[in-house]
């Protein structure tokens, strides 16, 4: 009897201990399986087509975002996954992407690369409850509204507003403006919201990026009324070119364009004849925060490249959404992470974001400069008047 019982005493401590440690394994188990679902959230932006290569900066910065979301523990144990679609800068391609990206879940589209792709893709991905998010996107079309739509870009108005001033400071009264009407949506709404603010004489000169283009007549249209300056609402590639005709045919005064053109690509194809052009944009060349410089320190290692205009602003996006998702119940829905979004105010390598009721944003504005083939600050201006 004695032994017996001392058997099943023994027993008793030993069933209880391997149950504990099973029950554990299978909540440890549990746990990891409920880690490893992802977020996923999409990038829709043009790699391939017009302009595209420049985009590559965008999922550069983008991925980057993701991976130092993911070093720091995800949103709240589940890993961050980025889905990255090439939209070719084609209408019918980028609601295709976007509907692909929506029918795998995503609560959330950065993109599009520019403001005319943006807004071909508004009423499908809004429409479908996600929300559309962007830092590549000026029209003032989609500002003011109450919607599903977020941007960490300033709009038109604003750029309008300041670059009316720059001309008036310089004493500058007849202009002529280069609008690439394949992204009309940003050219002719940025030249609408210049002249609001400027009396001076504007000479419009159009053409399709998409088409075959004769930059020598161009060019000449450009010099029509003897302008004092010319301000060119094109991408980088055209800008560059369009210098390159102005200053061979002899023109000597200044060249005014916009954040569409900070790009490298601007300095590597235009050259001497991009030297001293003036960039009105919401981006520094550079920053002095401890963000930014993990951020350069990343890109350098990861992609042997210097940040960019492009490659700050992707990574910017995704540790704004990742801040939001992370206070937001799992799985992040758009209307969750909207909400978030609005009581929020997020401080960033590139500064301090705050969103208005209607997703805006009103950030610095600053001159940028080309000067020894590189991107220089000349002054900043005001966010809310757009004045030195």
Request: charge should be positive.
């Amino acid at each position: 009897m004695y032994l017996y019982s001392t058997a099943r005493e023994r027993q008793h401590p030993v069933s209880a201990a391997l149950a504990a440690v099973l029950l554990a394994l299978a909540f440890l188990l549990a746990s990891c399986s409920r880690e490893k679902e992802p977020v996923r959230i999409g990038l829709a932006i043009n790699l391939s087509g017009d302009g595209g290569p420049a985009a590559e900066h965008i999922r550069d910065g983008a991925r980057l975002g993701v991976e130092t979301v993911n070093r720091h523990g995800g949103i709240n144990g589940h890993p961050l996954e980025l889905l990255v679609r090439d939209d070719r800068n084609d209408p019918d391609d980028i609601l295709a992407v976007d509907q692909d990206l929506i029918n795998r879940g995503v609560p959330v589209i950065m993109g599009h690369s520019i403001s005319q792709n943006t807004l071909v893709a508004y009423p499908l991905v809004t429409g479908q409850n996600v929300l559309l998010f962007t830092a590549y996107t000026a029209t003032s079309k989609l500002s003011n509204r109450d919607d599903l739509f977020f941007r960490t870009s300033v709009d038109t108005t604003i750029y309008g507003r300041a670059m009316a001033g720059l001309l008036h400071r310089a004493g500058i009264t007849r202009i002529s403006a280069l609008l690439d009407l394949d992204n009309a949506s940003f050219s002719e709404d940025y030249l609408r919201q210049i002249r609001k603010n400027y009396s001076g004489a504007v000479n419009r000169v159009t053409f399709h990026a998409r088409k075959e283009t004769d930059w020598n007549r161009i060019s000449a249209r450009l010099l029509k009324g003897d302008p004092q300056a010319v301000i060119m609402l094109a991408n980088y590639r055209q800008t560059a070119i369009i210098a390159q005709k102005l200053r061979q045919a002899g023109a000597t005064f200044p060249f005014y364009a916009t954040l569409w053109d900070q790009s490298p690509c601007l300095i590597h194809i235009g050259g001497r004849a991009v030297e001293g052009i003036r960039i009105l944009t919401f981006i520094a060349p550079e920053y002095d925060n401890d963000q930014y410089h993990h951020f350069a320190r990343l890109l350098e290692r990861r992609y042997l490249r210097q940040p960019t205009a492009k490659s700050m602003r992707g990574y910017e996006m995704v540790q704004i959404l990742a801040r939001a998702m992370r206070a937001v119940p799992y799985p992040p829905s758009a209307e969750a992470i909207k909400q978030q979004l609005l009581a929020t105010t997020f401080t960033t390598l590139l500064g301090r974001v705050r969103f208005n009721r209607y997703g805006d944003v009103r950030r610095p504005l600053y001159l940028v400069t080309v000067r020894n083939g590189r991107f220089v600050q000349e002054r900043v201006l005001d966010p809310a008047t757009a004045t030195p």
